[in-house]
Nanobody, 122 residues
Framework: QVDLVESGGGLVQAGGSLRLSCTASGRILATTDMGWYRQAPGQEREFVARIKWDSGVASYGSSVEGRFTISKNGAENTVYLQMDRLGPEDTARYYC???????????????WGPGTQVTVSS
């Protein structure tokens, strides 16, 4: 069992910044990657960012590239999302995801946290 806990969400004015954190705990055998998704009311879940655990290579959704930065602390099984120049369109619940692919054949993957709310006022 692997648990993910997000933190750092809140209310911020447009143009402001927030930093989200997500820490994995439990029976962690290995990590392939960790990432962030978001979902606004009435909309589908949207990819935000992902970082490969071994290489540190990051990828971003087109709507956040250049404004958001994903980083990690491997020793603490933690991933961060620095969000700058926030706008009302970034208002959503942000979810942490671990292991989009299995770390080894047969292992469980695709873990999700409960999410943290980010609200950006105009």
């Amino acid at each position: 069992q692997v648990d993910l806990v997000e933190s750092g969400g809140g209310l911020v004015q447009a143009g402001g910044s927030l930093r989200l954190s997500c820490t994995a705990s439990g029976r962690i055998l290995a990590t392939t990657d960790m990432g962030w998704y978001r979902q606004a009311p009435g909309q589908e879940r949207e990819f935000v960012a992902r970082i490969k655990w071994d290489s540190g290579v990051a990828s971003y959704g087109s709507s956040v590239e250049g404004r958001f930065t994903i980083s990690k602390n491997g020793a603490e099984n933690t991933v961060y999302l620095q969000m700058d120049r926030l706008g009302p369109e970034d208002t959503a619940r942000y979810y942490c995801n671990k292991d989009s692919t299995p770390s080894a054949p047969g292992r469980p993957y695709d873990y999700w946290g409960p999410g943290t709310q980010v609200t950006v006022s105009s």
